[in-house]
Antibody, heavy 121, light 108 residues
Framework: EVQIVESGGAVVKPGGSLRLSCAASGFIFDDYTMHWVRQFPGKGLEWVSLISWNGDGTRYADSVKGRFTISRDNGKNFVYLQMTGLNTEDTALYYC??????????????WGQGTLVTVSS | SYVLTQPPSVSVAPGTTARITCGGDNIGSKSVQWYQQRPGQAPVLVIRDDVDRPSGIPERVSGSNSGNTATLSISGVEPGDEADYYC???????????FGGGTKLTVL
């Protein structure tokens, strides 16, 4: 059974930094693209970032480019999202999710339960 | 970047068919995914590649995609179908996924 568990969410001051972690199990981790998707309070979904199966390919939403960095450790089955320069508009529930295949395109069939990031002074 | 437009809300009576649209420029040339999100829960993929149902999704859930509109249809709507629904495609110009704004389905 696929399991995805996020951690690292916290309350942080504007301008601060935070690293989110995502532990994955139940599948061959290095066969799949991994994503971060966020959901603003009471609002819709916004895709944030993805990383290819081997870490060589990354993509970012314009809203986080230059501030967030995605990485993965295939030996430990972890994905990370390093967030810097946080502002109040980054306040959201952050989901880690597994892609459909090694391709960076396609659907996102498995999601964790999310970790909450609150940016507030 | 590519914009997906969904109606904010759709309301239907139990037992009828709900149709949720997702509009985009020539979206018929793209592969569309649909996700269901019940209150307090993570999204669940219900349709991938326009028409395919993942394992465990009932046959009364279906998708179509042509021209500038993709549609998610749910027949025999039940109270448990009440949720937010999001469409998603790959935006080739920005080279990443994009989501629609979501549609709240209310079962009257």
């Amino acid at each position: 059974e696929v399991q995805i568990v996020e951690s690292g969410g916290a309350v942080v001051k504007p301008g601060g930094s935070l690293r989110l972690s995502c532990a994955a199990s139940g599948f061959i981790f290095d066969d799949y693209t991994m994503h971060w998707v966020r959901q603003f309070p009471g609002k819709g979904l916004e895709w944030v970032s993805l990383i290819s199966w081997n870490g060589d390919g990354t993509r970012y939403a314009d809203s986080v480019k230059g501030r967030f960095t995605i990485s993965r450790d295939n030996g430990k089955n972890f994905v990370y999202l390093q967030m810097t320069g946080l502002n109040t508009e980054d306040t959201a529930l952050y989901y880690c999710a597994k892609g459909f295949s090694s391709s960076i395109r396609g659907s996102i069939p498995h999601w964790g339960q999310g970790t909450l990031v609150t940016v507030s002074s | 970047s590519y914009v997906l437009t969904q109606p904010p809300s759709v309301s239907v009576a139990p037992g009828t068919t709900a149709r949720i649209t997702c509009g985009g420029d020539n979206i018929g040339s793209k592969s569309v995914q649909w996700y269901q999100q019940r209150p307090g829960q993570a999204p669940v993929l219900v349709i991938r590649d326009d028409v395919d149902r993942p394992s465990g999704i009932p046959e009364r859930v279906s998708g179509s995609n042509s021209g500038n509109t993709a549609t998610l249809s749910i027949s025999g709507v039940e109270p448990g179908d009440e949720a937010d629904y999001y469409c998603q495609v790959w935006d080739s110009s920005s080279d990443h996924p994009v989501f629609g704004g979501g549609t709240k389905l209310t079962v009257l």
